[in-house]
């Protein structure tokens, strides 16, 4: 009894002078223990939304076996944790009036209804992407145009964007450096940082390559694999890429059939036999783009159709491109020009190549004639029927991918 009380009394007695000290005695063991960390100014502004002591699970979800693309980078909680703060601060915005879910708003996967989203100077030039299993792809560059060389690069670029958040350092913009002022100046990010990079309170400031891995940890973890698609895939087992989907409908599964098969084309790039040929590009079962796709036709500019945008050949995942009641996410396309399912049939149904379009995929062009597949009505509702089994559930209201500001 007694040198068990000694030994809980020598205990107390270390934790004491070690705070006294301001040593964290739990900073360099493994984290389990963040009681050190303090986080008044968290509770203050999150509530529960952020709990240090539990955080969500973001760098352990289940992905299912058949899913084999990945492009790299690390999940890890606190980062991720770190990454959701600054993903819906308004403070990244010059005048805190936009943040990056301003235009990448949850309830629509994390895309934007209106065409062209508004910054803080303005519209985007191109419509809001998706950001949906943006992890597993085999393309490893990000933008429609592909310009960002990794995920992480990307997510620095709209705060430095003069017309999104407006931090550009150009024409009288303050630039990433006065927001990173900013930010370390705010008693949260003071915290979270302190938290998620194991140092004591104050001793971390945050700097660009902290926000892109922060950020990039979180935006790999929006992940969307509940989607009926996904549930007849678990039901099958591995390896059976266009197989026939137990749980499917006759016309959900002749749809899958279309997107698969690559067409037959006879004279001029008129479709005779096969499928639409969707899944040579956007593979299944990660619909992922084909990292070496040139454009799909679409070549305007939303501001001036008369200049070309020739490069965007890269989309987001096919998965979610309508919510759960079927209503479109936001239109598509980096033109923001395609508002229904129909009209996007009818766009591959029958390619049209703009003048000055030398940058179409050859796929496209059959004999080099635009393609022209046929699509008969029947085939029509069942391709769309398809394409809508690749919508999933949790993604739209999962907690730990809110607004944690909200309360
Ligand atoms: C004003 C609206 C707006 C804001 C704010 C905004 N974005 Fe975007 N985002 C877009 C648009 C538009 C695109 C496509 C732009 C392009 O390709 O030229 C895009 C593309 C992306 C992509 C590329 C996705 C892909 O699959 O290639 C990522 C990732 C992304 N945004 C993350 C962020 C992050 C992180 C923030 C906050 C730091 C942010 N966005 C702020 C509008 C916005
Ligand atoms: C030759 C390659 C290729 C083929 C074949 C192809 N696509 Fe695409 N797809 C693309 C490219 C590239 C984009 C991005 C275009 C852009 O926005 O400029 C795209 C974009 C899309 C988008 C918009 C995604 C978004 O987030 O806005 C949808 C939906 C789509 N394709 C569906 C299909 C379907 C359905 C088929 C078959 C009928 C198909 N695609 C065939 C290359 C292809």
């Not at 591995?238 to 266009?242: A, S």
């Given at each position: 009894m007694i040198t068990k009380y000694l030994k809980k009394l020598m205990f107390s007695l270390l934790i004491c002078i070690g705070l006294l000290n301001g040593y964290h005695c739990t900073k360099n063991s493994d984290d389990t223990n963040n009681t050190t960390y303090s986080d008044e100014a968290i509770k203050r502004t999150f509530g529960e939304a952020i709990n240090i002591n539990n955080p969500e699970n973001y760098a352990s979800q289940n992905i299912p076996s058949y899913i084999i693309a990945d492009n790299g980078g690390v999940i890890d909680d606190k980062k991720a944790t770190l990454g959701r703060v600054l993903f819906y601060d308004k403070a990244l915005s010059t005048n805190g009036s936009i943040a990056c879910a301003s235009c990448h708003q949850q309830q629509f996967a994390f895309s934007d209804t209106a065409i062209q989203s508004k910054g803080v100077n303005g519209l985007t030039g191109r419509h809001s992407m998706r950001l949906i299993n943006a992890r597993f792809a085999r393309e490893t560059k990000f933008f429609w145009n592909e310009r960002a060389a990794s995920l992480e690069a990307q997510t620095t670029q709209p705060i430095q964007d003069h017309a999104e958040m407006g931090y550009s350092g150009l024409n009288g913009d303050p630039n990433i450096d006065d927001l990173l002022t900013k930010l370390n100046a705010i008693d949260y990010y003071q915290e979270l940082s302190a938290w998620a990079y194991n140092q004591n309170k104050g001793d971390k400031t945050l700097n660009e390559q902290d926000l892109q891995d922060c950020l990039g940890a979180f935006i790999r973890s929006i992940q969307s694999f509940d989607s009926k698609f996904d549930e007849g895939r678990k039901q099958l087992g591995?390896?059976?890429?266009?197989a026939p989907l137990p749980n499917f409908s006759a016309d959900e599964n002749a749809g899958l059939q279309l997107f698969s098969a690559p067409p037959v084309f006879g004279d001029s790039g008129i479709r005779i036999a096969g499928g639409l040929g969707c899944g040579g590009c956007h593979r299944a079962p990660e619909f992922d783009i084909d990292p070496n796709t040139r454009n799909n036709g679409f070549v305007r500019t939303i501001d001036n159709p008369a200049i070309l945008d020739l490069n965007n050949t890269r989309s987001p995942t096919l998965r979610d491109l309508v919510n759960l009641n079927g209503d479109l996410n936001g239109p598509m396309m980096h033109t923001g020009s395609i508002n229904s399912l129909e009209t996007l049939i009818g766009h591959y149904n029958r390619i049209i190549v703009r003048p000055g379009n030398n940058q179409i995929d050859p796929r496209l062009t059959p004999r080099g004639f635009p393609q022209r597949l046929n699509v008969t009505p029947a085939e029509r509702q069942q391709i769309i029927a398809f394409l809508e089994t690749l919508t999933g559930n949790s993604v739209y209201t999962d907690a730990k991918w809110s607004n944690p500001f909200a309360q």
């Open positions: 591995n390896n059976q890429n266009n």
